[in-house]
């Protein structure tokens, strides 16, 4: 028989890969004779930089970022070179998920996606042309005025203070955007 595990992340306990493994060492236990392929996946969240790179092969480009809280912490993109095209991927839970939250941190009103916003920032300076982000695992909820103001987009003080800063924006806070309405 063949067999295909493709699991995500358990998290908070096994990433993908280690998932996959540990799934096909206890089927193996049971059915020597079966081949099995392994094929961790992701759903965006975390493991989504990892999983590509294990399957796809490019660069892994460390970056020091801001956690949701604002504390530096390193995160990784991916670089390939595909279709003509130099693509990054970006996995936000590196930069605001909700496993860099203490239980007594874990307030959106708070949290921000400004470390997103950085290592987009960081995909462009490698050269990307064309990035994609992985969505999952957030301990945010800002609507994206982090990732904005580390962008350059309006007044980064008042973008990047949390969700519960969202309120006291007025119309002005990123130019150009009130036009769109």
Same mark, same amino acid.
């Given at each position: 028989?063949?067999?295909?595990?493709?699991?995500?992340?358990?998290?908070?306990?096994?990433?993908?890969?280690?998932?996959?493994?540990?799934?096909?060492?206890?089927?193996?236990?049971?059915?020597?004779?079966?081949?099995?392929?392994?094929?961790?996946?992701?759903?965006?969240?975390?493991?989504?930089?990892?999983?590509?790179?294990?399957?796809?092969?490019?660069?892994?480009?460390?970056?020091?970022?801001?956690?949701? $809280?604002?504390?530096?912490?390193?995160?990784?993109?991916?670089?390939?070179?595909?279709? #003509?095209?130099?693509?990054?991927?970006?996995?936000?839970?590196?930069?605001?998920?909700?496993?860099?939250?203490?239980?007594?941190?874990?307030?959106?009103?708070?949290?921000?996606?400004? #470390?997103?916003?950085? $290592?987009?920032?960081?995909?462009?300076?490698?050269?990307?042309?064309?990035?994609?982000?992985?969505?999952?695992?957030?301990?945010?909820?800002?609507?994206?005025?982090?990732?904005?103001?580390?962008?350059?987009?309006?007044?980064?003080?008042?973008?990047?203070?949390? #969700?519960?800063?969202?309120?006291?924006?007025?119309?002005?806070?990123?130019?150009? $955007?009130?036009?769109?309405?």
């Amino acid at each position: 028989m063949r067999v295909l595990i493709a699991p995500d992340c358990f998290t908070g306990t096994l990433t993908a890969e280690q998932a996959a493994r540990a799934i096909a060492e206890g089927w193996h236990r049971s059915a020597p004779d079966d081949h099995i392929d392994r094929l961790p996946l992701s759903d965006g969240g975390p493991g989504f930089v990892d999983v590509l790179h294990d399957a796809r092969g490019g660069d892994l480009v460390v970056v020091p970022v801001s956690d949701p $809280l604002g504390r530096e912490v390193p995160a990784s993109l991916l670089v390939r070179d595909e279709e #003509g095209a130099r693509t990054a991927y970006v996995e936000a839970a590196q930069a605001c998920g909700l496993h860099l939250l203490g239980a007594d941190e874990r307030d959106p009103r708070l949290t921000s996606t400004f #470390g997103v916003g950085q $290592l987009i920032d960081a995909a462009l300076a490698a050269g990307a042309t064309r990035i994609v982000v992985g969505l999952g695992g957030s301990g945010t909820n800002d609507a994206g005025a982090g990732l904005l103001a580390a962008l350059g987009a309006g007044d980064p003080r008042a973008l990047a203070r949390g #969700g519960g800063a969202l309120g006291a924006l007025g119309d002005d806070a990123v130019p150009g $955007l009130a036009a769109t309405r």
